[in-house]
């Protein structure tokens, strides 16, 4: 089995800016794995102050960003994993969450985490290649 290893212009490079050794996607067996995305701004490689709401939904541009580049979308997403730092913020969260999956949700585990210096929530994904 191949392990294709995708490198993501501006995630990659972000990622790698505040010192996270991973690969954004990966690509094995016709599915994708990232990495859990933070609130980056794939257009800029800026993490995402503000809100929960804000960031979730910087978070899921992002991860919509790698899986189109992969070969897939979020409406194909088969499991979702959503790290977030206080379990009182999940309702904001799926506020946003339920718009970028309107025809039916993937299988989701959401954790609660020890706070990051940056940002509130990361969230992760795997999904076939189309």
Not at 69 to 87: C, E, H, P, Q, W
Not at 101 to 112: N, S
């Amino acid at each position: 089995m191949d392990r294709i290893i995708l490198h993501i212009p501006v995630i990659s490079e972000t990622l790698h800016r505040i010192g996270a050794p991973v690969s954004a996607l990966v690509r094995t067996g016709g599915m994708l794995y990232t990495c859990g995305m933070p609130p980056i701004d794939h257009r800029t490689g800026e993490i995402v102050r503000g809100d929960i709401r804000a960031q979730t939904r910087a978070a899921l541009d992002s991860l919509e960003f790698a899986l189109t580049f992969g070969g897939s979308s979020l409406a194909r997403a088969v499991k979702v994993t959503v790290y977030i730092v206080d379990n009182a913020l999940t309702g904001e969260m799926n506020s946003v969450y339920r718009d970028y999956f309107p025809d039916g949700f993937p299988a989701r585990t959401c954790l609660e985490v020890a706070a990051w210096p940056a940002f509130d929530i990361e969230i992760e994904c795997v999904a076939p290649v189309i």
